[in-house]
């Protein structure tokens, strides 16, 4: 069995699995639970100066059946006094000392952030976790993503915090922002231990046709709200790239955003990411998601002959870069399996409309049929030389495996944008001659 | 006329398939996809080993099929076997709440299938026990499905367990009795052999009681374990009942297990009397395997019938033709071998069932098959284990939470204590009795594995069907009860 535990910048946990700083997070209750289940940390629910909800908080995407596909809401930080969370702490720190408890905290003043770090290392937390992202109610008061979304503000209440921090101290980002690594490298540069993302996502995940208020509705208004949940996970993973790739970033990440199963943590880690955080897959199916995760992931990193997930952790982040670094000369085709096409003829008409028109449809006698295939009909074929290996037709196949990307041999040495920019300066090149 | 083989290898093959053929991986992607991973999910409390089916299937969605085995084995050793022979209608599925969404039920079975057929085709070992067996000794009577789920549960404990058999093979009915488009014997033969990987010695061909003595036994071992289920088929009692075509349907169905399809002999009109699980069982692969007619004689109405209505559908399906009302007074013989039945009217009277006098008539069949229910093993066990307390049908009394029998170092399971329910009963009370055992030796309680919830080990509807089996219409009737 592969070794899960993780050291995040000096805090130490049993498995990467954190429950994410949100209602998961609330309370003592949720925290013996969350752990009895066998999460490896806790960062609580943010902990600042209580705030007043509104009630109806909360609005869910529904794609194709699949509910909580997206998730939003409008809540705000912990609505229970400090005292209440610090003690809370302490008590579920006294009963599972091997495992990662982290108050998450946003103030305003520089007074205040030096007291409550200092009353979080006193209550016996492991790290301290600073709320920079909140999109919506707090950063009208200055707070939250009002201060993620600016590196030189970050960079400041960083330095404030670190005045006084004697645990390590994690900057949450905010993806509500043009480039995240500018506020990571600030996070960096104010002497920040690590640093998490993301943050929800500014959002309007729909808007009742009858009432014409979006959800969620209070009282006949609206607000924007931070999205989360599986369909920001492709955002998130971007933004753990990103910053897992800059050189002057180099802190240990927490990657949030969409994670519920042990693939999506797979993946993250695989991006760059050391403890993992989850709040949407909690809140849709409570915190026994969590055996899938770890069994599964260990089960993975074991198939892959790891020991431990450090050797899983950044390995896809070297093969993501800029475009420029792509090889012009590789090319791929699609290849239709005919004994397992259905004849939707979806591939057909994807490609015909909605990219090259390179796949015919044309009298089925020479092809195989598959099952299910009305006799007679005919089948897509793909025109190879003109296929550009799009991936269109193969991602709206509703067939596992029926198109396949194959790569084809050009004959043509590997060729990047940079080679071929000095390929034609230098006269080496011929110009690649634009479609007809 | 003596019977004979009616079919080649070809059409055996392609008659005798699965009535419920393997998912392929993106069928169980799908399927598995539709599961709302319900909490405190009413398809764990229905099934009978409280298999923790939402963290199983919801690890199919994620593709960690070895994990998704892992839970179902933990919890039900035989998990491959079950997968396809338990009546998921009133167990599992028949609980799934997407019935009350007027959706089908998840296809658990089939799922649970997927999972452990995945580790099986992989050799993959997911249940691991102590080598050393060094916690006590104890002896198994049958290795059956409950003997079996026994045996692997001490195993694990780290028991030291000799399963005695007097078959040459083990899996019991699973291996010689399932209807093969249920399940192919090599399934359950599978499922032996992964239970001998976790250090549970097998000795097959002996006969407790004339081989080896309990008095032996209970000499050199903690606990012994009764796992022998039930006895032959209960006799007629009518003349010409000794004619060679007049056989056990059990025995014909062992025939299907032990010998190629093509070399068994069936009779080209078949008669099959009762009309419980084991008729329809016989009627269906009689017909299976070739025969013109197969009918089913039964002496009361299909109301009274024992056999669960898809059962009933499947060899309707298949063409067997049902006699109700109808009981057997004689089998007429020519040239020494089986002609006819001569069949009587029958009309319930007061509950009882009376010959409607007058009414008889002969039907031509050259083959008798008897599944007019199992016999206890009353005697044997009388004279196995003197002073066993058994109930007034032949079942060894025992305590439910432990299967103790009235003899403290003696624990029962499967038919021979409940008087033949379902293999995963079987299974589900083996295990039992190897916690229960392990208690009385220890002081020490097993638990789990359960979904983990808050009321995962109350009283009531909720909860782990292990520790409360219950059938759909029990669960239904407690949840409405509130
Ligand atoms: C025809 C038929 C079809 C069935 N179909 C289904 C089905 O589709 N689904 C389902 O869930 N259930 C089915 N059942 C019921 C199921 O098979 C039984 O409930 C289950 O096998 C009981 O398990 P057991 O271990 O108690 O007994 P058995 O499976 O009967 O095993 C008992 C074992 O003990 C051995 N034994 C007996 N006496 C001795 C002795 N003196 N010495 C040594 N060994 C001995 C026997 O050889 C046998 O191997 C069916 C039953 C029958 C008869
Ligand atoms: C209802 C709700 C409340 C949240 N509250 C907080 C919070 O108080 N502090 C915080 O840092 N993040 C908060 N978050 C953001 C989550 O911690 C997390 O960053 C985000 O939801 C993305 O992860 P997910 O896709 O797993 O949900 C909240 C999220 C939700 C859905
Ligand atoms: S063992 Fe049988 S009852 Fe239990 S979940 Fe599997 S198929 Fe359903
Ligand atoms: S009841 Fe049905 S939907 Fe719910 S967990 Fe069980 S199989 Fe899935």
Redesign the pocket.
Known sequence: MADLSIDFAGIKSPNPFWV????PSNTAYQAHRAFEAGWGGV?W??IGEPIVNVSS??SGLTLGGMRLAG?N?I????DRSPETNFREIADVKKRWPKHAVIA?L?VDTRERWHEFVTRSADCGADGI?L?F??PHGMCERGMGSAVGQNPDVAETIVGWVMEKATIPVIV?LTPNITNVVYAARAAKKAGAHAISL???INSITNVNLDTLVPEPFVAGRSSHG?Y???A??PI?LNMVHACAADPQVGLPISG?????TWRDAAEFVALGSTSL?????I?HHGFRIVEDMTDGLSAYLDSKGMRSLAELRGRAVPQVGNWQQLDLHYKRVARIDYEKCIGCNLCHIACEDGAHQCIDLVDAAPYGLGPGRVPGKPVPKVRENDCVGCNLCSIVCPVDGCITMTPVDTGRPPMTWHDYQAGLAAGTIQPILPHP | MPIQPLIDAATAAETMADVKPPLAAQEARVEASRCLFCFDAPCIMACPTGIDVPTFIRKITTDNVVGAARTILEANVLGASCARVCPTQMLCEGACVMLDLEKDPIQIGRLQRFATDHVAANRIDVLTAPQIKDAGRVAVLGAGPAGLGCAAELARLGYAVTVYDRKPAGGGLNTYGIAVYKMRPEVSLDEVRMIERLGVEFRYGVEVGRDVQCADLARDCDAIFIGIGLGGANRLGIPGEDLPEVVDALEFIDWIHTRPLEQVPVGRRVAVLGCGNTAIDAVTQAKRLGAEEATIIYRRGPAEMSAYAFEYDLAKMDGATFLFDTMPVEVLAADGHVSALRLARTVVRDGRVEVVPGSEWTQPCDLVLKAVGQEKQVRLLERLFPGLKLDRQGRVEHDPATMRTSLSTVFVGGDAANGGREVVNAVAEGKKAARGIHAMLTGKAVTGPVQPSRHGTADGATGSGFNHPIRVHELEAALTKG
């Open positions: 994410a700083s949100g209602p960062v629910k943010t908080r909360y998730f809401n809540e705000l930080i912990s998450s946003m976790e709320n992202g909140c949450k993301i943050n929800t931070g989360c949940g599986p920001v996970k998130a949030i955003g969409g994670i519920g955080q989850v709040c949407t897959a809140m």
